[in-house]
């Protein structure tokens, strides 16, 4: 349950307060050159550095222990891991019976009988994604697209040159807010996604829906969509390469890929953890009580969540991408 | 790539204009009894039969050929087909080479180098989602939820008691619309889902992407909970069963049932085949030309898809819902 | 459960005596031509019509309802079923509380709680291997190696010219035996198969005891190469394309295919189902009790086994010749 | 590829020269009591320290980073490693363009184009069944049965009083035999394994034949059964717990369970690298030349691979008495 990919497949492991996260990387061709650089900033992209990011701030250096000779790839798994350095756990002690509003706390304690890490939200922390991260450094250093990102949406706020001014005011007020951001895949092919229960859509919409607080996921128009009709939603093919006119499905035709930019807006959730004082049920006294959640968090950490969405996207290709070769040249024998 | 699920397996086969569609439904539980009223029941909602639905009319009686004895399942695969009776094959000739915008007539051809049954959009077309409920059907069959919908919207309208008046106009114009349905799933139960990747809404997403025409799907509040403060956001928990004050997360918590409704919308794109004239790239002309599509056609999809999008989770509920009964009784020993 | 394949996908439904067995074949490369006459020979091969047969002889003939277009594959899954026409259910019915030696009746009573198809073994009817024959077959039709087998040892007897003779005798007896079959692949390549678990030795071994009255696979010299040195043992390389003197290890170096041949030998077990009394735990009586087995069987059902065991083998080659395809043509760009 | 299991899944990376090697184990259910002790000792087991074992001695000190939480299993991934620590790769280096006889070196260097790390055998080294007996070792503390295995066969030898003494003798020769493993499963139940695929002979023999230098498998009598008829071969049933006169067919009906103890042979071929000086092909010289395999090697591995055997085993169990979990109470409801 966790693993993804049928071709490229990563392993995730790991629980926020416990020694360390990794990742097992399996099906990257053999000979790749590993790019330690694009690991070294997709980790730093992640990293809490704006106003209103949590103070927790790991130096997130990551170990190679296999699958790597030379500086490429050897066609073995390879293995990653990057150790949990900057804990406080006696934090969370007192979260145990008093579970926080909107994380899993709750869930997670009835699901694993008690005998969850209930530390830091244990597997349930953003903190895994730190890995997720590595994992989609490597897949983009084989696929041959270009994946870009964009905050749409912060809040009420759609004018991101105001940003700092917005998310400082939440940040007196001990509030939070979501966000919406756009992912773009440039340099797509025709192909990609395999019916009926493989889509590229399907994929890439279960992989952004790992990642914590995501809420909502939606190609090209998407819900805005519902207000047209469909002369005006279908794509007009304009060249004998698929080039359409509009991409109002967001390059995707019956869920594969058709060569047009790949467009997904991706709805993240107000950070749940808030300075200000809620309420929620306490097991131990048996009523719902107020609670000041301690620990150390973002204001909206939609704004560091974009790199993670890239990536994931990124896995979800190199899956694809490795599927589409495997038939690819069968025709040319 | 056709099969989905862990525990709950499905199956499908089939192309629009084959002799048969069907289904091997792997993994309901021996024993359960089978309610054959209720797939003609589900059948029955997915059939064209409003106002502005396509005249292609198919009999839909389904046939098992394994898996059941003494109207009970055996614990084998269940195999179900449903012959393509009423299909008008020379309808599609034509548009070989000039594809339809919105469908996937370009795509399949460059992805099956041309070998693609075109008929009718082939593997793609919305035929074969009648399989895809009787799948469902038979995980309802074994599942303690109740799954309901509503379809919200319709093109730009709301209140539904115009739906017929509005559609007759659209179809006048020649023209189709989208909408959108929400799901929601009651009597749910705590802690189905498994990170890291499978949680509920990623599983759910996943098979909801793979319905054809949806292009958006969001869980509880969704995109519309960007305008809000984490701390309006957040469900407060009240009970030690952990119901919630609100329901803004749409009953997960960590990508985990909470115990609370289940609530998921879904966007439906604007049906592609109009009456009205389009245009379209013509790989023998090799220039963007005029296209009047022929076949017979929905105005409206969404309001036959309802019942799809309900078995379609009734799908992955049941995997997950087997998952969770391998876990739960262990402690018991 | 009832799925093989990574990429070559094989989903077997069926029981011996419900109205049709079949099976679902994905991943076949779109373009295949369908060698229709090769399903015939091969499942002509299959039917009992040697001295000491069962009498149950099915017409097998196949039908084709999707996946398949102008004589070629399309690239959707493929779906292909028999009828069981020649079935005499009451045969079986005083079996229901007095389980057959040697036969799955009792476990699979309690496995499934007694919801179980009964009749003929249901699902664990060697019945069933004639829908894996024909997927065997589909394999092939993509496949460029060349399999062949033979059978080695019959009972005591390994001078194949006098087996009817010797058959005869045991099935005057009233009883049955077992016997070896060597298959060999010609025409390998380097490098099918993938570490760790996905050795080609391992699936294949896997596939071959999935064949129903399979208890032993060995690969090259096998358990007689426990008497040698491993100075003996070990395959000297004389050529840059991997041939070696000898060939003890069956064509494998660890797991992975090395160019030679490919030699498999496999162990099936006597028939059951014999005309000699026997004696079982009756249910009903509780107590241990004379039986004789009625129905229709084999005296050796090794002699019409060979082609099943073939047609594995080939699904399992497909399955890793796909994935070897997926990495093969990654260093070409 | 490089994962095993449905529920209970086995995750393994490493190669023999890379700083570690290690295991992510997922689907342990929570609340297992982490048994260190089991651990230690299983690895011990693994250990060469019998006369003609290799100097290679490596610590095997096994650390966990994830998944355990005051001594029990938390319901996530467990992730453990144990570092390569006494690697003296420059043994290997002469082997790059020689490749030995019996090893994967040449067809490894096939298929991954020359970029595996060919030292010590890379991934193909038997150094990661190490890592294996810790994944076995935790899949036995969550069954309730008893696996055992005896050594019956090592070279011609039977008696295994003068195993010393015959080793010495073959090791001066500066040569290497194999052997034969009995493992026996006892405390069994009636119902593991799923067909079609899942067998549990087909899943166990898939595991045995991934561990390295695995050449036979067979249950119960095995191929020796080929002599007897099917009136002898044929356990008789004589309890209504299904407890057979005889075991001839090794616990397994069908593929399942039979209650009875599981009896498998395992035939280790001899271990492929030896004193002796060898032929094999020369990729520099291009022609056949003489070689001395340098490293470190025993002269009898099936001497230290019983706990691998009997731990791939538990792996195998593990997982079918997760999925047996599943639907074993869903009928109490």
Redesign the interface.
């Known amino acids: 349950?966790?693993?993804?990919g049928?071709?490229f497949?990563v392993?995730?492991?790991?629980?926020s307060h416990?020694?360390?996260?990794?990742v097992?990387i399996?099906?990257l061709?053999?000979?790749t050159p590993i790019q330690y650089e694009l690991i070294k900033e997709d980790l730093e992209r992640r990293k809490p550095k704006h106003i209103g990011s949590t103070p927790r701030l790991e130096a997130d250096v990551f170990?190679i222990?296999?699958?790597v000779?030379n500086d490429?790839?050897?066609?073995?798994?390879?293995?990653v891991?990057i150790e949990n350095k900057n804990v406080i756990s006696k934090d969370y002690d007192a979260l145990k019976n008093h579970?926080r509003?909107?994380?899993?706390d709750?869930?997670?304690k009835?699901?694993?009988?008690?005998?969850?890490?209930h530390r830091g939200g244990?597997?349930?922390s953003g903190r895994?994604t730190a890995a997720l991260v590595v994992a989609g450094s490597f897949a983009k250093m084989?696929l041959p697209f270009q994946i870009e990102s964009q905050l749409k949406?912060i809040?009420?706020l759609t004018d991101m040159s105001k940003i700092d001014e917005y998310l400082t005011d939440?940040s007196n007020?001990g509030?939070?807010?979501?966000?919406?951001v756009e992912v773009t895949v440039k340099k797509m092919i025709?192909?990609l996604g395999?019916?009926?229960?493989?889509?590229l859509?399907?994929?890439l919409?279960?992989?952004?829906?790992?990642v914590?607080a995501v809420?909502?996921?939606?190609?090209?128009?998407?819900?805005s969509?519902?207000?047209?009709?469909?002369?005006q939603?279908?794509?007009?093919?304009?060249?004998?390469d698929?080039q359409?006119k509009t991409n109002n499905?967001?390059g995707l035709?019956?869920?594969?890929?058709?060569g047009n930019d790949l467009v997904v807006?991706i709805?993240v959730?107000?950070?749940?953890?808030?300075k200000?004082t809620?309420?929620?049920?306490n097991?131990e006294q048996?009523g719902?009580e107020k609670l000041n959640v301690g620990g150390r968090h973002d204001v909206a950490i939609v704004r560091r969540v974009s790199v993670v969405l890239e990536n994931m996207i990124a896995i979800g290709l190199l899956d694809q991408y490795?599927?589409y070769?495997?038939?690819?040249?069968?025709?040319d024998e």
């Open positions: 349950m966790n693993s993804y049928q071709l497949r392993t995730l492991y790991g629980e416990q020694p360390s996260i990794g097992v399996d099906g061709p053999a000979g170990h222990t296999s699958g000779f490429k790839a050897t066609g073995s798994p390879i293995h891991y579970p509003p909107g994380h899993a709750f869930v997670s009835v699901k694993y009988h008690g005998f969850q890490d244990g597997r349930f895994l084989a949406q809040g009420t939440i007020q509030d939070s807010v979501g966000g919406i025709i192909g395999e019916p009926f229960f493989n889509k859509d399907a994929e919409a279960k992989l952004l829906f790992s914590p809420k909502g996921v939606e190609f090209g128009l998407g819900f969509g519902v207000d047209i009709y469909g002369s939603f279908n794509d007009v093919i304009l060249t004998k698929g359409t499905s967001g035709s019956g869920g594969i890929s058709n807006k709805f959730k107000p950070t749940s953890s808030i200000k809620q309420e929620t049920y097991f048996e719902v490795l599927l070769q495997t038939y690819r040249h069968l025709e």
